[in-house]
């Protein structure tokens, strides 16, 4: 049986149904032991941070999806490096655009694979070739494989089934997604460096849901000089009844025998609880590089006009960017020819697209002066070519254009 056909068959029928393995390869001393029997990685606070248990983290699970989503629905163009032109049928583009493997889509597949760099630091899939031609990758699930350099310095993969057995990949064989790397052989995952910002989330959150399940709010008192009966608390309560309810808001309240009224506001306890699960939504937000307003919060930062759409543009430039670059490269180095001109581009057309208006002013000047053709501009909002088949003229500037006279002669182009 090939080395092909057993993997395939250890992928359907030899991986347990899991979302999260461990790496016991990875246990090198007491201490990573320690945090393998815990189930995670350890945090400050005390608690055990696994991939399970950050996603669980409201602001970790949205900074994940939101960078895992953008990477999965940007579409790869493989190009010519020097006249930039698209090669549509080519066999990686229709891997990586249309169908990785038999079970998942390629939305699915780069999702996925980029979530495993997020809270693992790699993501590796096995490539089925025909011949020299590229037909598929298979994901790789995180833990049950180890990496290492050999002495020619080309990387090898050992996978290990669940009953034992072990199969030797090379470097040629594999597309590898390395995230932030200090060795350059395998990255580091967001969630290692996070977990101390992690774990306070979590133990704060369940400080709120215990004081919530065990504890008492009460929003104000009334503080009578002498002890109160039965039957005077029943009449006293009653009374109260008759303020309550939006149609008695700002009615005066008639307070009798010595009575005070006292409001039970916010502690300076509660404000520094708040002030610190504030803190804790942007120091995570800051590790995976992610504006507040995209992850929900908008206090500081208006939700709408330009303000919103340049964070937006930052976001592509300076944290999407990056992981563009990683996919870019890792697919230059695994996938396409050596010595080739082709390159590996994501079109960021969608995500840099301003308001309505403003993106239609932009298109009809590219137009007008030459820098795209209408075709072009079709294309990009979704449309198909002109019918007439003048779509493809590129217009000279209105500067450089000569207008024929009567006679025959050309005028001075307009100045």
């Known amino acids: 049986m090939s080395k092909l056909q057993h993997f395939i068959n250890w992928m359907l029928h030899g991986v347990k149904a899991s979302s999260e393995t461990l790496d016991i ?61 698209l090669f549509y ?19 699915e597949f780069k999702n996925m694979m980029t979530k495993h760099v997020l809270n693992h630091g790699d993501g590796v899939a096995y490539k089925v ?8 990758l298979i994901p790789m699930m995180p833990g049950t494989y180890s990496v290492k350099q050999l002495r020619d310095m080309s990387l090898q993969y050992t996978y290990t ?18 995230g932030l790397s200090l060795n350059g052989i395998t990255g580091v995952s967001v969630i290692e460096y996070a977990r101390n910002s992690l774990g306070l989330s979590v133990s704060t959150e369940k400080h ?25 608390q029943e009449t006293l309560r009653g009374s109260l009844d008759k303020f309550r309810g939006a149609e008695n808001a700002n009615k005066t309240l008639i307070l009798e025998e010595g009575m005070t009224w006292k409001s039970m506001g916010m502690s300076a306890r509660d404000a520094e609880f708040i002030n610190t699960r504030k803190l804790t939504m942007t120091e995570l937000g800051m590790f995976y590089g992610v504006p507040s307003h995209l992850y929900g ?27 563009f670059g990683m996919w870019e490269g890792a697919i230059l180095r695994d996938l396409l020819p050596i010595r ?38 079709r294309r990009e909002n979704g449309k198909p070519a002109r019918p007439d088949g003048k779509g493809g003229e590129f217009y000279p500037p ?7 006279t009567k006679e025959g002669k050309n005028e001075k182009p307009i100045e």
């Open 340 to 377: 080739s001109r082709m390159i590996a581009d994501f079109s960021t057309t969608a995500l840099l697209r301003g308001d309505r208006a403003t993106l239609t002013e932009a298109q009809v000047k590219e137009v007008q002066f030459g820098l795209a053709s209408p075709d072009e501009i």
């Open 208 to 232: 709120a849901s215990t004081v919530f399940k065990n504890g008492t709010n009460v929003g104000n008192i009334l503080v009578h000089p002498n002890k109160l009966g039965p039957e005077a």
């Open 129 to 136: 070739k025909s011949g020299s031609r590229l037909i598929g």
């Open 161 to 178: 089934s669940n009953d034992g057995r072990k199969i030797i990949f090379e470097q040629d064989e594999v597309f590898h997604l390395r």
């Open 25 to 85: 390869a990875n246990i090198q001393d007491s201490h990573a032991l320690a945090e393998f029997m815990r189930g995670g990685s350890g945090a400050f606070t005390g608690e055990s941070i696994s991939v399970k248990v950050a996603s669980s983290v409201a602001v970790a699970f949205r900074c994940q999806n939101i960078i895992a989503g953008v990477i999965a629905s940007s579409p790869i163009q493989i190009k010519d490096e020097v006249s930039l032109e």
């Open 89 to 107: 049928e080519n066999d990686v583009r229709f891997v990586l655009q249309r169908r990785p493997n038999k079970w998942q889509s390629a939305h």
């Open 398 to 404: 209105p500067n450089m254009t000569a207008t024929p």
């Open 297 to 323: 919060d908008t206090e500081k930062v208006s939700s709408f006009g330009s303000g919103i759409e340049h964070l937006s543009i930052g976001f592509v430039a300076y944290t999407m960017n990056d992981w």
